[in-house]
């Protein structure tokens, strides 16, 4: 984004006579550091004149080209204007006085996504490095009435069928960036580890005295 700053000066009135018009000139910062001798403003090189009302009258269209237009070390080339057949008035003010409205620029210059959001409400909100913020996308949250009946897919994902029945959507507050508390009982666990452990052994034992009493059992036989 380069910023231009604008001037308007009148340098001809229709109050002064036969062979006047009222006649603007329009004026850009070329060098806004500019010292001693240097041009600090120049002219756009294009005539405004309006007629007795206060109309544009020229330049036609209210269209005109600010040739070569450069600010400071940048040259922006050839910029177009368009003020329209309306945009542009005098408001028939023969003292060469103008109001001027402020404008508000709506754009944004180029960026990159920079860091991603998530609210309690489930909208995925991006940040951009022009300091924008859009949302990206909304997540559902949804419930079942039998949710052990849905079909399993592949990579961690879940169908809907006739025993589960439909989804029913539900509101449910999303955490972003944090991690989900462990709901498992580690001293339950290791318990049940010492239960597996000793009924393998007992077992290990069941199938060590069963072997032996086979070989006693051949041994009888032979």
Known sequence: AVPVQLRWAKIDSATLGAGHTDQWQLYYQADPNATGTTTQWKSVGTPFTFDTSGNLTAPAGGTFTIPNLTVGTINLGNITVNTGTKGLTQFADT????DVAALKQDGSPAGSLADVNISADGRITGTYTNNRTVDLF???????????FLEKLD??????????????????????????ISNTDIADEFTKLIVTQQAYSANTRIVTTGNEMMQEVLNMVR
């Open 95 to 98: 003292r060469g006085t103008a």
């Open 138 to 148: 909304q997540i559902a949250t949804a419930n079942f009435k039998g949710p052990n």
């Open 155 to 180: 990579g961690g994902a879940f169908r809907e069928t006739r025993e589960s029945g439909p989804a029913v959507a539900v509101d449910t507050k999303i955490v972003g960036q944090a991690l989900e």
